[in-house]
């Protein structure tokens, strides 16, 4: 990541149980430059978004790591998210709209990274080049959709855009080296786009997808910061 911090730098993950959030894991750890730290909730210490105590015990654990290593936590990504499953399959009509499908995707797409925000983004270094990135998606755009359908998912990535670019000024004002951007990873192999992949459609192996996006991470510059920017670096509208 390129920092020029004499001290070992940390990664983390977070949502390191998804195809998405594995992959990435899996990638860093061949990566000598970092020591790389994995959550989700099969972990331990668990994170669960259900549980806001859970991310506390979680990030009382991070700093932990860091002050053991004598390390710099700097690279933080958040790789969590959900679409479809027993609480719900994303509407393709207004009169699809149900109120604890709703709940369900803003807990998982928007509030859990809020609170990882809350909990985790103090834990980055106040000095040196330092990267936090939320995995979003396109179809959380207003300006890009032209489609229409999956109200919640769409609202949920919107509403947690909207997080990032807040959290990015914030950050800003604690290390004006600190980048905080929400990513875009295209549509991947995963079990969350699994039912919707439709022949045609560009789908990604996970890995390449976390390539991408590391690749990303690695070179965006701070003018970068509060953006959505999607696996090849593009800037996408909100
Ligand atoms: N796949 C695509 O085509 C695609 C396209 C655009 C955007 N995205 C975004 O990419 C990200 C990764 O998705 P994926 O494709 O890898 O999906 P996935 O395989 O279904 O992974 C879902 C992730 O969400 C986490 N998660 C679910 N419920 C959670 C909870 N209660 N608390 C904490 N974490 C929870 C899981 O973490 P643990 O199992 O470790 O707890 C897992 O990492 C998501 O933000 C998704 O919206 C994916």
């Known amino acids: 990541m390129t920092s020029t911090s004499p001290r070992p730098c940390l990664a983390l993950v977070i949502g390191a149980g998804g195809g998405l959030g594995a992959a990435l894991v899996q990638q860093l750890s061949a990566d000598a430059e970092y020591q790389v730290l994995a959550l989700g909730r099969n972990s331990q210490p668990a994170l669960d978004y259900a549980d806001e105590a859970s991310l506390r015990t979680a990030a009382g654990w991070v700093a932990e790591q860091c002050a053991a290593q004598h390390a710099d936590l700097r690279l933080l990504v958040v790789a969590s998210g959900f679409l479809h499953g027993e609480q719900g399959q994303p509407e393709r009509s207004w009169s699809h709209l149900d109120a604890d499908y709703l709940s369900h995707v803003f807990r998982i797409n928007t509030i859990g990274p809020a609170l990882v925000m809350k909990y985790f983004l103090p834990l980055l270094p106040k000095q040196g080049r330092c990267v936090a990135g939320f995995v979003s998606a396109k179809v959380g755009s207003i300006g890009d959709n032209a489609l229409g359908g999956w109200y919640g998912y769409r609202a949920s990535k919107a509403a947690l855009n909207q997080l990032v670019k807040t959290a990015s000024i914030e950050l800003a004002r604690r290390n004006s080296q600190a980048i905080c951007v929400a990513l875009h990873p295209g549509t991947v192999d995963t079990a969350l786009s699994q039912p919707f992949a439709k022949n045609g459609l560009k789908v990604r192996p ?10 990303v991470l690695t070179s965006l510059t701070h003018s970068q910061t ?4 999607d696996y090849q670096g593009q800037t996408l509208p909100w």
């Open 226 to 229: 509060g953006a959505l920017v």
């Open 206 to 215: 996970a890995a390449e997808a976390a390539s991408d996006l590391l690749a």
